[in-house]
């Protein structure tokens, strides 16, 4: 039940990336649709969804079953003008199959409303432009007071003038999309929303229609519902009739009886309802739309746009110098020199940031000065990754967590909505119901995962060995150089990359490998070589005990003694000599 009401909850929460015309498609209309079907659903399995008149014979428990079957299994509709049974082929034709159905299709239907806001929240980022984070730090703006509020502006601007300076250079975030799409993909992905709205309505209301079984000279001429006799034309019908078998001593017998169907007077009331609200919200979107492409695309909306923001900020047509005298709103900088260049120059802004700006309008309200927010874009740059140390830049930076915004490479992103590795945003929310937290190389990491050396596991503090993870108390894993051993004994210890019980007298670690012979010879190069003191000694590598070729020398060499094995035919001679003579020449040292 909490995770429903949760769910719930984050439903019903602001989006700050829409207007009331996209909420009352996605939003309110699903409500609308959602409680319809709650309604109809609750009167289906708990009210008195139909009743039977059944024979006298039956008793009440015959009547509950006769009454369930003919829910379960479908009734069919008969005029009662005709007092004859058809036959069983066309009994089936005429069965109501829908009304159980009825609650499931509304759910379904509501479900629809919310996919246009689905592809709008998963690409409108795409650009780089964090139009939901903008958008809501802007509505938070009047939850902070006068002091505050400055710096916070500050960086909103600092966050569209980066997505303004680089517009130029945008290049489709989809490949085989033109570049000019991608240059305004804000504007385009949020109309092709709306036309999706549209699309949705009209699907529904011929979805409706078919449904319900309107003539389509009703359905242009806005005459459905008038007038229409659903009663007694098998739409919603108030008596049907219900055929069912019962065995019966051995035999087989076959009841038609006369059910009345009270659910279906409230199911005609739910469905008119449903699809005059329709009808008007398609009119309410196709205006919204229709409005939205002139104000992003045409040159004249857009300045008339820029007309109205500034005029916001509480200038006036007179371009008069003296401060405005409202004790209510203050604007939070001085007035440019001249209205009218401004006017101008924002006139040609992006259509990218002319939907964010109307958004922030339509979101946060008069609350909030557009005009400081423009005028900040026009004066404020920021710095991410530009080397740059003026004092914009250092302002800048002292500025990034008074509104969760920071450096990425050269974007911005939010912190708290996203994490920043190696140069790449990535959403913190990943899936899974647990944000993500930190990086593991180049990828985000979650709280219940464990990265190990660039790899990412999905196990919770887990611990580390090499690329793979285990867990230290295991008893029977080892971790040695980076690499996973299976313990034999509990007294396992490492030699290189495996391990062995060094209480055991039949294995030995030399160097990095494990042997079966009882002793390790060092060589000058530092070469480990096992061999086996029974049958030999350690001189620059084994050498055998009783070798009727090999010797062993004790020499000084490059400032340092080492053992050299030598030829018996040769002479040791040792310090201060270090050398080996033929014997044949040299019969002593």
Not at 187 to 204: H, M, P
Not at 269 to 293: A, D, M, Q
């Amino acid at each position: 039940m909490d995770q429903i009401i949760g769910l719930v909850s984050n439903y019903a929460k602001p989006r700050y990336e829409d207007d009331f015309v996209d909420r009352l498609n996605f939003q309110y209309t699903s409500y609308i649709f959602g409680f319809s079907a709650l309604v109809i659903g609750y009167n289906t399995y708990f009210g008195t969804s139909i009743r039977c008149w059944t024979p006298a014979e039956f008793r009440d428990g015959w009547s509950e079953y006769a009454r369930d079957y003919c829910l379960i299994e479908n009734t069919y509709y008969l005029p009662l003008e005709d007092p004859n049974l058809p036959p069983a082929e066309q009994r089936e034709q005429k069965e109501l199959t829908y009304y159980q159905w009825v609650q499931f299709i509304l759910v379904f239907l509501a479900f629809l409303f919310y996919l246009p806001y689905l592809f709008w929240k998963t690409v409108n980022w795409w650009s780089g432009l964090q139009v939901r984070s903008v958008v809501k730090a802007s509505v938070e703006l009047d939850k902070t007071n006068m002091k505050e509020r400055q710096p916070q502006m500050e960086k909103i601007a600092n966050h569209l003038y980066q997505f303004v300076d680089h517009g130029g250079h945008r290049k489709s975030p989809i490949p085989l999309v033109p570049n000019i799409i991608g240059r305004n993909w804000v504007a385009v992905t949020y109309i092709i929303t709306k036309v999706l709205f549209v699309i949705n309505l009209v699907a529904q209301l011929i979805l409706i229609h078919i449904f319900l079984g309107f003539r389509w000279g009703d359905f242009f001429s806005f005459r459905i519902g008038f007038g229409s006799n659903w009663i007694n034309n098998g739409i919603f019908p108030r008596q049907t009739m219900c055929d069912f078998d019962i065995r019966n001593k051995g035999s087989i017998q076959q009841y038609s009886i006369q059910c009345v169907l009270p659910m279906n007077m409230l199911n005609e009331k739910i469905f008119l309802i449903l699809f005059y609200w329709l009808i008007v919200l398609l009119f309410i979107t196709i205006y919204n739309l229709s409005r939205s492409i002139s104000s992003f695309f045409l040159f004249t909306s857009r300045q008339e746009f820029a007309h109205r923001m500034l005029h916001a900020g509480y200038y006036d047509h007179s371009d008069s110098p003296n401060e405005t005298t409202s004790s209510e709103k203050v604007p939070l900088i001085d007035r440019p020199v001249s209205l009218n260049s401004d006017q101008h120059r924002f006139s040609s802004l992006s259509p990218d940031l002319v939907v964010i700006l109307s958004l922030i309008a339509k979101n946060a309200g008069d609350n909030v000065s557009i005009q400081k927010i423009i005028t900040e874009i026009a004066e404020y740059r920021i710095c991410c990754d530009s080397g740059k140390k003026t004092e914009k830049c250092t302002k800048f930076q002292n500025l990034t967590e008074m509104l969760g915004f920071s450096c990425c490479a050269n974007q911005i992103y939010t912190t708290r909505e996203n994490i920043c590795c190696e140069g790449k945003v990535y959403e913190r929310d990943r899936g899974g119901g647990v944000m993500a937290h930190s990086c593991c190389s180049s990828q985000p990491l979650r709280l219940d995962q464990t990265c190990c050396s660039g790899k990412i596991h999905n196990i919770i503090s887990g611990d580390c060995c090499g690329e793979q993870v285990y867990f230290r108390r295991d008893p029977s894993l080892i971790c040695c150089n980076s690499t996973l051993s299976n313990k034999t004994t509990p007294n396992d210890i490492c030699c290189g990359i495996t391990s062995y019980n060094p209480l055991s007298n039949s294995n030995h670690c030399c160097g990095d490998k494990v042997s079966k012979l009882d002793s390790c010879c060092i060589t000058n190069s530092g070469e480990f070589k096992d061999y086996d003191s029974n049958t030999h000694v350690c001189c620059d590598g084994p050498m055998l005990k009783q070798s009727t070729k090999l010797a062993c020398c004790y020499l000084k060499k490059d400032e340092k003694f080492i053992n050299t094995q030598y030829d018996k035919s040769k002479q040791c001679c040792k310090y201060p000599y270090d050398k080996l003579y033929l014997i044949s020449k040299n019969g002593t040292c």
